[in-house]
């Protein structure tokens, strides 16, 4: 039997029942739709954290105090552990494969101009800021490149709280109060939108040293390292981590790299994709089951046509595979039909509701529709075998 | 070109031996018209199965155009009733979904004979048995003479050497089923073999040899 004669066959009947192969497509059908409607959204979800976390750029190096382990109990004066401090940032900038380092320190604080007042987060930060992260300024420059532990009373302005403290004024050159000091105004930053929860552009950049004697604190909260693009991360780790044990004596700072958070995050929303698509997977049984009770109510309904074709000549196999080709072509078909169903209802979530990130892989599509099809083999498998060997006699029997 | 060796075969219908066929030794020549005729449940309708390779002797030997075909297997056996041996059935067994070109075709198909040849021998056979103007009606709107002659279309589009008849006027009235008869006796002068099964005393009449079986055994035969 010649492969489109296969599909012209198994097509016949198809055509015949088409309420019933529509019917039992349809819980295919249904079955791939959920599967990939829930991936999309979780693998949207995914590459919305990730792009989240990663738009800083992925060559970055968090350094925070404290060594993030369980130890022995107190150990008195010694088990403290030393404040990470501006000069260390400063030590950091002449290691090897360094590119750019920022100290930074974080709080809220009052901030008044123009006789209004607005409470912000007031973040301490270094003359290499906007190059560690990426960010650009929209008028003004940055902070400028002082003695970071002498630094002047300059500041530079979120978007919001430009627009709040100074609209439709130029506020390059003006004096702002922060916490009751007074800052000059040298730049403003591009708007950013909020990162995570935290508001970009309702914050006021001031020189580190100043935030930390601002919010009266003896250590940085973190210092941010961006090395260069393709130098090895392990290295530099070891350079960062040798570099600062002989400052402090010992190990009591913990480094961050970004590229292994990504990867950690990476594996764990995946986790959460591949369980959220094998939910989907259970309707898909569901499905498989009603091809299962359709191609055994066929065989036993053409019994009589199962006989006919032996003694026309057809081998075992080629009942079989008649058989298993309608139970193929019927999830083949559902699983195509889920297939568009599933991402047009995730585009059109999309449309909808533009905050939901939607995204389906072509893996997942194809990987999708190769289940769809096992699942018809697997439950055509039974009464197709049936079908086969089946007496030629007793089926030409019945009527 | 058939010949039946002390030929048996017993079923078991619950602890019950039950046999069907007794010891038959039958020689049948290229080109013979055989009827066999007897009660229902002498048998005959098994022998036929027998000769078809649809069924296995459970003792004996069978030959088939000079090969031993007693103990085929199941891809064996189906290339002999592809390529020997074609089947008409008393209630014609077309394929309802499929048109009368289409259920002519099948043996075609199921051999895997290219498009091509399939075209023209379909087109030739719907033409020989008057059925141009049927080849896209589907048997439910054919009549009962129509759909027996897409049957014996069917059963003679691989060029069968013996051609099997259980009843095949059963289902028909007078007139169409002797249309139909003539048309199997046709095909006996193009030195085909038709074995025709039948508990019709006048249609069997007409073979040129006449087997009379009961319980399972040929007890007389006659030759005109």
Same mark, same amino acid.
Request: hydrophobic share 45%; charged share 20%; aromatic share 6%.
């Given at each position: 039997m010649l492969f489109p004669d296969l599909i012209r066959l198994t097509a016949s009947s198809f055509l015949a029942y088409r309420m019933r192969s529509l019917l039992t497509g349809s819980g295919i059908a249904i079955g791939i739709t959920a599967v990939i409607l829930l991936t999309s959204i979780g693998e949207g979800l995914h590459q919305f954290v990730l792009s989240e976390f990663s738009q800083f750029g992925t060559n970055l190096i968090a350094i925070q105090p404290g060594k993030t382990q369980t130890q022995g109990g107190n150990v008195g004066i010694f088990g403290s552990s030393r404040p990470l401090s501006i000069e260390d940032a400063q030590a950091l900038?002449?290691? /090897?494969?360094?590119e750019h380092v920022n100290p930074s320190m974080q709080g809220n604080a009052e901030v008044r101009a123009n006789g209004k007042t607005r409470r912000t987060t007031v973040y301490g930060a270094g003359h290499d800021f906007t190059k560690t992260f990426t960010l650009n300024v929209q008028s003004g420059s940055f902070l /400028?490149?002082?003695d970071p532990t002498q630094a002047r009373a300059f500041v530079v302005l979120g978007s919001k709280v430009r627009q709040e403290l100074y609209a439709g004024q130029n506020p390059l050159g003006s004096y702002l109060s922060v916490g009751g000091q007074r800052y000059r105004v040298v730049g403003v930053m591009e708007p950013k939108g909020q990162i995570l929860g935290f508001d970009m552009d309702d914050t006021v950049f001031i020189p580190a040293a100043r935030a930390l004697e601002l919010f009266n604190r003896?250590?940085?909260?973190e210092i941010q390292v961006n090395y260069q693009a393709g130098a090895d991360l392990d290295g530099v780790v070891r350079a960062i981590t040798a570099l600062l044990k002989e400052r402090h004596g010992r190990e009591d700072f913990t480094l961050i790299p970004q590229e292994k958070a990504l990867e950690v995050l990476g594996s764990v929303l995946d986790v959460i994709t591949f369980a959220v698509g094998a939910l989907g997977g259970i309707s898909l049984l569901v499905g498989g089951v009603g091809i299962l009770t359709i191609m055994t109510m066929a065989v036993s309904e053409r019994t009589a046509e199962i006989g006919l074709l032996r003694a026309l000549g057809a081998r075992e196999k080629q009942v079989l595979m008649l058989f298993l080709g309608e139970a193929i072509l019927l999830s083949a078909l559902g699983g195509l039909a889920g297939l568009l169903l599933g991402i047009g209802i995730a585009q059109g979530l999309h449309a909808l509701i533009p905050a939901l990130p939607v995204h389906t892989p072509w893996l997942f599509a194809v990987l999708a529709e190769f289940v769809a099809i096992s699942i018809g083999l697997a439950a055509g498998v039974l009464p197709a075998r049936r079908a086969a060997r089946l007496d030629p006699v007793e089926a030409l029997r019945t009527e | 070109m058939i010949r039946l060796d002390k030929v048996s075969r017993s079923f078991t219908v619950g602890d019950q031996q039950v046999t069907a066929l007794r010891d038959i030794d039958l020689n049948i020549a290229a080109g013979d018209y055989v009827s066999i005729m007897g009660p229902s449940g002498s048998g005959k309708s098994t022998l036929l199965n027998l000769i078809g390779l649809l069924d296995r002797p459970s003792s004996g030997i069978y030959k088939l155009d000079g090969g031993? !075909? *007693? =103990?085929? =297997?199941d891809a064996q056996q189906a290339k002999v009733r592809s390529e020997k041996i074609g089947f008409v059935f008393q209630s014609f067994? $077309? !394929?309802?979904? $499929?048109t009368a070109a289409m259920n002519i075709e099948l043996p075609l198909i199921l051999a895997g004979i290219p498009v091509t040849e399939r075209k023209v021998r379909v087109e030739a056979l719907l033409e020989n048995y008057g059925l141009t103007d049927r080849a896209d009606h589907r048997p439910d709107q054919l009549s009962g003479g129509q759909r027996q002659r897409v049957a014996i279309a069917r059963a003679t589009s691989m060029h069968p050497a013996v051609l099997l008849a259980d009843e095949? *006027?059963?289902?028909?009235d007078q007139a169409t089923g002797r249309e139909v008869i003539s048309l199997l006796e046709q095909l006996t002068e193009q030195h085909v073999t038709l074995i025709l099964v039948t508990h019709d005393p006048a249609l069997g009449g007409r073979a040129k040899r006449q087997l009379h079986m009961v319980d399972g055994q040929i007890v007389s035969q006659t030759a005109s």
């Amino acid at each position: 039997m010649l492969f489109p004669d296969l599909i012209r066959l198994t097509a016949s009947s198809f055509l015949a029942y088409r309420m019933r192969s529509l019917l039992t497509g349809s819980g295919i059908a249904i079955g791939i739709t959920a599967v990939i409607l829930l991936t999309s959204i979780g693998e949207g979800l995914h590459q919305f954290v990730l792009s989240e976390f990663s738009q800083f750029g992925t060559n970055l190096i968090a350094i925070q105090p404290g060594k993030t382990q369980t130890q022995g109990g107190n150990v008195g004066i010694f088990g403290s552990s030393r404040p990470l401090s501006i000069e260390d940032a400063q030590a950091l900038r002449h290691l /090897p494969n360094i590119e750019h380092v920022n100290p930074s320190m974080q709080g809220n604080a009052e901030v008044r101009a123009n006789g209004k007042t607005r409470r912000t987060t007031v973040y301490g930060a270094g003359h290499d800021f906007t190059k560690t992260f990426t960010l650009n300024v929209q008028s003004g420059s940055f902070l /400028p490149d002082d003695d970071p532990t002498q630094a002047r009373a300059f500041v530079v302005l979120g978007s919001k709280v430009r627009q709040e403290l100074y609209a439709g004024q130029n506020p390059l050159g003006s004096y702002l109060s922060v916490g009751g000091q007074r800052y000059r105004v040298v730049g403003v930053m591009e708007p950013k939108g909020q990162i995570l929860g935290f508001d970009m552009d309702d914050t006021v950049f001031i020189p580190a040293a100043r935030a930390l004697e601002l919010f009266n604190r003896p250590g940085l909260m973190e210092i941010q390292v961006n090395y260069q693009a393709g130098a090895d991360l392990d290295g530099v780790v070891r350079a960062i981590t040798a570099l600062l044990k002989e400052r402090h004596g010992r190990e009591d700072f913990t480094l961050i790299p970004q590229e292994k958070a990504l990867e950690v995050l990476g594996s764990v929303l995946d986790v959460i994709t591949f369980a959220v698509g094998a939910l989907g997977g259970i309707s898909l049984l569901v499905g498989g089951v009603g091809i299962l009770t359709i191609m055994t109510m066929a065989v036993s309904e053409r019994t009589a046509e199962i006989g006919l074709l032996r003694a026309l000549g057809a081998r075992e196999k080629q009942v079989l595979m008649l058989f298993l080709g309608e139970a193929i072509l019927l999830s083949a078909l559902g699983g195509l039909a889920g297939l568009l169903l599933g991402i047009g209802i995730a585009q059109g979530l999309h449309a909808l509701i533009p905050a939901l990130p939607v995204h389906t892989p072509w893996l997942f599509a194809v990987l999708a529709e190769f289940v769809a099809i096992s699942i018809g083999l697997a439950a055509g498998v039974l009464p197709a075998r049936r079908a086969a060997r089946l007496d030629p006699v007793e089926a030409l029997r019945t009527e | 070109m058939i010949r039946l060796d002390k030929v048996s075969r017993s079923f078991t219908v619950g602890d019950q031996q039950v046999t069907a066929l007794r010891d038959i030794d039958l020689n049948i020549a290229a080109g013979d018209y055989v009827s066999i005729m007897g009660p229902s449940g002498s048998g005959k309708s098994t022998l036929l199965n027998l000769i078809g390779l649809l069924d296995r002797p459970s003792s004996g030997i069978y030959k088939l155009d000079g090969g031993n !075909v *007693t =103990d085929l =297997d199941d891809a064996q056996q189906a290339k002999v009733r592809s390529e020997k041996i074609g089947f008409v059935f008393q209630s014609f067994h $077309l !394929v309802p979904r $499929l048109t009368a070109a289409m259920n002519i075709e099948l043996p075609l198909i199921l051999a895997g004979i290219p498009v091509t040849e399939r075209k023209v021998r379909v087109e030739a056979l719907l033409e020989n048995y008057g059925l141009t103007d049927r080849a896209d009606h589907r048997p439910d709107q054919l009549s009962g003479g129509q759909r027996q002659r897409v049957a014996i279309a069917r059963a003679t589009s691989m060029h069968p050497a013996v051609l099997l008849a259980d009843e095949p *006027t059963g289902n028909l009235d007078q007139a169409t089923g002797r249309e139909v008869i003539s048309l199997l006796e046709q095909l006996t002068e193009q030195h085909v073999t038709l074995i025709l099964v039948t508990h019709d005393p006048a249609l069997g009449g007409r073979a040129k040899r006449q087997l009379h079986m009961v319980d399972g055994q040929i007890v007389s035969q006659t030759a005109s």
